[in-house]
């Protein structure tokens, strides 16, 4: 499996190919920056290995404790989170689930303690009509994020599949004949005091 760094320089340096094909392919500045800024974000701190304590999870600093359900739920690199899409899918649903529950909790006290105003209904209506205004970025935001993920998860995929080759390749240039066997075995009961 590639290290956090591994991933970071893939991330790095696919980045203005990414800028490049989304500029080619939409010929829009603001579609293209919302597309990189998700795969930047989920290549760094929002991909796959959030299902572990990696330097993904770490980056999320004092954040950090909202992923720790997402981590106790999630095999590490089980398709829910290492999966097409919907590792992608999961991951956005998770944090607005989280994101929305700040916020009803952060109005609701701010309307208690200080009587500030807020309306459950309203706050819904207006979240609803943000995205319904903003559909086309919220979807190049979510081709970023998952070219992110698959940028992740391919090199994992190929990291492991090079780790069995090698693995296949070894018996054959370090063949373990039962003579080598047995003089290992006195070597090691030599050894005993
Ligand atoms: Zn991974």
């Given amino acids: 499996m590639p290290s956090g760094r591994t991933h970071d320089r893939i991330t790095l340096w696919s980045l203005p190919v990414i800028v490049g094909l989304s500029m080619l392919a939409t010929r829009n500045a603001k579609i293209t920056l919302l597309l990189a ?52 899918a999961i991951r956005v649903v998770y944090l607005l689930v989280i994101v929305g529950a700040g916020v009803g909790v952060g109005g609701a006290i701010a309307h208690l303690l200080f009587d500030l105003p807020w309306d459950w209904g309203q706050a819904w209506q207006q979240s609803q009509a943000f995205a319904q205004t903003h559909a086309l970025g919220g979807v190049a935001l979510f081709i970023g994020l998952e070219l992110g993920a698959m940028s992740h998860s391919l090199a994992d995929w190929t990291g492991s599949a090079y780790k069995r080759w090698q693995r296949r390749q070894r018996p054959k240039s370090t063949p373990s004949t039962p003579r080598s066997r047995k003089s290992t075995y006195k070597r090691s009961s030599k050894s005993k005091p």
């Fill in 37 to 88: 800024s998700g795969y930047l974000f989920s290549g760094l701190m929002f991909g796959p290995d959030l299902d572990i304590h990696s330097v993904q999870f770490k980056r999320w600093g004092l954040l950090r404790g909202i992923w720790l359900p997402y981590q106790k739920k999630m095999r590490h690199r089980s398709r829910y989170s290492h999966g097409f899409l919907i590792g992608t």
